[in-house]
């Protein structure tokens, strides 16, 4: 059917004109559930072969206005409290609960002294209006190809915890992005948290990102982590840790496994090295071209971009000493 | 006569009447409007650019929940006398607007299908049901195939798809271009835009059986226009049919032409006996409200050794999409292209082509600016191109070929005239609130780092306040020259002013009470101000073409003029003076014979309640307390301006910041500096919007891939830079209070400026703008070129 063509590519943005003295909507009928619990929800998801969670509704909401879904149930998960926080784990790690919403991540001491780079990358996501309602769990679920929590769990080794008919279950961030809005989550299952463990004590960080317009979804954007091992004293230290990630520029976000290996057992990043590692970004990268950047375009900021946040990351890795 | 004329109110900072109202939320628009028994449209639109309708089956529709009726092209065949735009113009052919589409379509996104249902919900859950089969047509998206290539026809009894054609000569341009020492020639690129107003189009109509009467409320900036064509379309007497505009969200010329829903909600709501509405969503606005520019013009300069231009010539293709719009018909846009071409300098030579094209896309319209911010970017353009050929500074070309103060009146090398304007000092006042050379000093250290900063300069004239001896649009035959005023004190004592012009979010409301309220020497807010309704005033065009202002101040001070006369005349006698000795200061009238003063509510009663105390027959001479009066500017005025732009580009990205933004304007006698400042800003915006990020695209099938706020990408408030705006303030214009228009003038200057700010960052890489928008997208395409060229 041509008419899918009128509609826009990426997440349809049209927000609901929600007055309370207006009647006049867009989405097609549906039921409605609010469950207070966990138990519930899975009972109300189980109950229909067309139900669909609603959180925070940023996304979903102009989904149902555009009439690209039209479920039988919306199963709103919002007054589920036991989802809702973020909790400190063992290792420097923090548990974020699914209903969080991401303004919450993004003022929160706790992921700024833990996690500076989700601190950092949090600033990108839309505008506040928006952070204000939109859930952690809803972003990861959504999966956005150039969201920004889909790119920090596949950054930090995030685990998901899914809940559903048969119990708790855990996916490793990398294997729970199959492609542009398509997860490992079941119709039936709940995301409930997701848990970032702690990085290594002397680590640096850096995040940037591209789009044409504050708040736009990116054009391109990358993260960067470097972490110190060896022994400082002996003068044995080198780079130990290195996480490179990239999103805007394929399906789902992607860490560069080769470029971080280039990385990995340097002693000194010079700019040589910055280029090379930035060369082999640009050419292990599969993007689409789109109306507002071709691939080429794309690989050009892959390139530039993840020089410049590599230097980033390096000059305050440097900074950190052994007294840390 | 002693005048007390103090000025209180023109000129000042008054602020804006209508705001409480419109940023409390409690501003009235058309979807705020709700009446018992209101039905809803939900359209079913083409997906197809250009297709045969081989068959439509509407039962599954019909049988839907909540569904009142469902509407093809032929269940109102009869209903309405056809629609199309008429034109004096040599070489035109209108095209007739198709309410509903009958035999085929023509763009994706044509209404096909209305359905009416109790609510808009279940009218949509219906209208997905209908179906549609086609025979799809040979594509007619391309302008340039659609020009040569006759055997595609968009409208086949039509001769060709070339809608119209014009061609504008002065003196010998091979001549001219012969003896040149610098000549330029190049390809330029509009792209399409939208004007994108806040509020989408809504109509809602109602009509009254009883009364065989019609309302229509719409989002319209030219409800008299509505009512006068809808009048002939649908056999109603003018009387019988009241066009209402209220509260309007944002027009920018994309609410100025008449739309087939439009005519559609009056003939349903006439044919169903009940109240019909349709708001259109974000999604039909992008793809059926008119849209805007979209040219490819071949352009070519040449200049002499000095800088002096002696010829130009160009040749313009207007993609102006599938239909010729009511009333502006498809001349409107492009055609202006080729009129305001040469723009505020002295050019003796001169041809310009243009030809409007008929295509399978949305019709384009009037779009704040119209023909102007293209026309100024290709000339600006083309000027800053030749300078550079010659190693000249852009402003100095500009000086050289200025309109000067003495050359006044200047008939352009395409025939219009320009009254006396600031030219040369807007190009001076923008250069030095800049600090051009300074800035030029700023720029060299910059390059020599390697940093990519350009500035842009754009000069341009443009006519506003048209009167009757032009038309807003060429060789419309509709009457764009006049406006009226009718302003009455009732018998209490208060006064309302009611207006043809229309406001929709520019702040008119206020600018009008404040004429009317030096004029009558009262307070501001003793003044009432109607407008949007046809039954106002009894003929009237609406706002457009910056003439609100001008003819609705004008038509102000002619009322008020008038009416001045009868209060005086009537205070005569209550103060025993003379109504040449009335003096009314401050709503108070006094005059030498008497002690006492008169408010206007003690005059007020005196005249129409307490009988005995004006002779009868004084009252049958005077009448009502009232005056109306119509204004005609005849030729109206010249505006003019020069905008500058400090860009910087982001070598990683690309991206292009705009670090300083200047104005400097010649618009006679403002009304309110701070309405003037926010229409500059405004419209500054919307040519950033357009030389940054806007762009309607079409893919090969006519199909829109632009149709959400995601991909059609309109800059927000944090991209619009600081604006610094000069009001020149020079010898004042023959109009009615001396006012020149400026709605429009942002938008025609700073797509200009804004490119050659970004050509002249890349400069250093012999690479041109040529295309709006210069995307980051675009401009990395341009540094790749210049890799390669390497
Ligand atoms: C104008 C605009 C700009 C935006 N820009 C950005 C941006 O720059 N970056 C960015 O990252 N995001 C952006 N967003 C998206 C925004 O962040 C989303 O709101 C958020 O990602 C989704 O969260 P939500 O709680 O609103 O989810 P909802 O809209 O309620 O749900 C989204 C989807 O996730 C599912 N879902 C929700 N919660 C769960 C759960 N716990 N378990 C399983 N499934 C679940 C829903 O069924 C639905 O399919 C933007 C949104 C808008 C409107």
Redo the contacts between chains.
Sequence with gaps: ???A??????????LLAASDR????????FDYERPQTLDDALKLLASSDNAKIIAGGQSLMPMLN??LLAPELLVDISRIDELRGIRETKGRGLSVGALTRHHEMETSKLVEERFPVIHEAMQYVAHLAIRNRGTIGGSLSHADPAAELPMMAVLLDAHLHVAGPNGLRQVAARDFFLGALTTDLEENEILVQVEFPGLPKRSAYAFDE?A??????A?CSVAVILSWSGNFLTGGKKIGDVRIALMGVDETPVRIEVAEQLLSGAKHIDDPLLEQVASVIRDTIQPNGD????A??RR??AY??SQ?TLKTAWQRLQGQTDED | MPESNSSQYVGSRVKRREDPRLLTGRGRYV?DIKVAGML?IAFRRS??SHARILSIDTSAAKASPGVVEVFTAKDIEGEFNPVLAQSRMRDYQPTIMQILAADKVRF??EAVVAVVAE???LA??AA?LVEIEYDELPLVTDPEQALINSSAKLHEQMDSNVLLQREFNRGDVDEAFYGASVYIKERFRFTRKTSLAMENRTYLAEYNSAEQALTLHTTSQVPGIIRDILVDALDIPGSHLRVVAPDVGGGFGGKTSLYPEEVLAPILAKKLERPVKW?G???EDL?STSQGFDEIIDAEIAVDREGRILGLRADVIGDVGAYSIYPWTAGIEPVQVVSFLPGPYKIENYHGRVRGVATSKPPTGPYRGVGRPVSTFVMERLVDMAARELQMDPREIRQRNLVQPHEFPYKAASGIVWDQSGFTQGLNGACEAIGYDGLRRTQAQARAQGRMVGIGIASFAELTGIGSRLSASPGMPINTGTETASISVDSTGGITARFGVTSYGQGLETSLAQVVADELNVEISQIRILQGDSAAVSHSTGSYASRGAVLGAGAAILACRALDQKLKAVAAILLSSSAEDILIRDGVFSGPGSDEKLTFKDLAKAYYSQMGLIPAPIRNEIGELSATQMYDPEWGTTSSATHIALVEID???F?VKVDKYVVAEDCGQMLNPMIVDGQVHGGVAQGIGAAL?EEM?YDEQG?????????Y?V??A??IPRMDVVHLDLEKPKTLGGVRGMGEGGTIGAPAAIANAVADALAPLGQQVTTLPV???RI??LV?AAKANQ
Excluded: C, W
């Design positions: 059917m041509k008419a063509r009128l509609l826009p590519k990426s997440a349809p943005l049209v207006e009647v006049i909507m867009k989405p097609a009928a555009f009439r591209f044409q317009r504050s708040g736009d979804f054009l109306l507002h950047a071709s080429d375009y050009h900021l530039t971009m410049q | 979807d809803h997906d197809y994706v996104g609510s808009r919900y949509e859950d997905a708001t969503d974000r999604i793809i070598p990683d990205t991206k990020y695209i199909q829109n891939l632009t149709a959400s706020l995601v991909d990408v800059p927000s944090t991209e995307t980051p997208q990395f395409e790749q």
